[in-house]
């Protein structure tokens, strides 16, 4: 039985979806340790992307059960207005679960991924799109000059020596700075770091005067929603396992992965960098409970700091 009518009824519209949604996969289930700084970083993420975004977009988050903290900083966020759509997982089911939810939830035409340790530069999404537009066969698009394995690439290079007004090149066009700036943020080791960049060159592809670097990174992209689903589902075994498979299936589909020649987007890694907007450290307030809790959590953060600070 019912009583009345419905008040949507007399609702004539809803808001239409935005061409582009952001999407960021959140994963920081303590804030002590290696995630002591995370929720900082996630805060300079998201407010990056929004505020230097230079055009309209909405934002998806899915969080991939994180501590009560980082919820409760997100659920506010949502409120806020900030966050149009919010995913809360029960459970971990890892960055490839994730992207299978986000890559056919997002309403949008394009989505632009990135990992919550990513911070945006200004006007950082109008030369992603422009270069899915100079090259519609694209896809995936990284903001930053990279240099990746060639053997996920394969079929960018093929297609672009195929086509006669696309130029490519070969050569030291990507500085060791550059390349070290972002294998530094990963955790890399230089000497390792040092004989993959002598062992590759750059190519480079040049079509009516703008220029792209072959290769791009699963850790930030913009790209096609219709691309992303014809590389679905990626298998989710553990949290950070399968990722891979998008570089690979994007390449086996015959899909270009480019990356910019400027900077546009940055890796953060799990501690804010020089010129981020640092905030107050954020520290547990709440899931600590009990004397042996808080003992196991003091050691954990003591050990990580003694063995990875220097």
Known sequence: MRIGQNPAKAIESVRAAERVTAAVVVYIPA?????????DVLKACLSSLRQNAGGPLDLLVFDNASCEDVRTYLNEEHVAGNIQYLVL????????GAWNFIFNAAPGEFIAYADADVRFLPGWLAPHLAALEAFPQA????GLPLLTPPEFSTATVARAESELDVHVERGRFISWEDFW???RSLGGDEPKARAFYEANEAVRLERNGAHYYVGAGH???VARKRVLQQVLPIPSTRPMGDVRQLDERIN???FL???TPEWHVEHMGNVLPEGAAAQELVRPRRGLRGPLRRLVQWVYDRSFEWLYRK
């Open 139 to 142: 896809g995936m698009v990284t």
């Open 257 to 259: 992965r480019l990356s």
């Open 252 to 254: 086996a589909a015959g």
């Open 219 to 221: 850790f930030q992209f």
């Open 31 to 39: 804030l002590a340790g290696y995630y002591a700084q995370s929720l």
């Open 181 to 183: 700036r972002h294998a």
């Open 89 to 96: 997982s029960e459970h971990n089911v890892g960055k490839a």
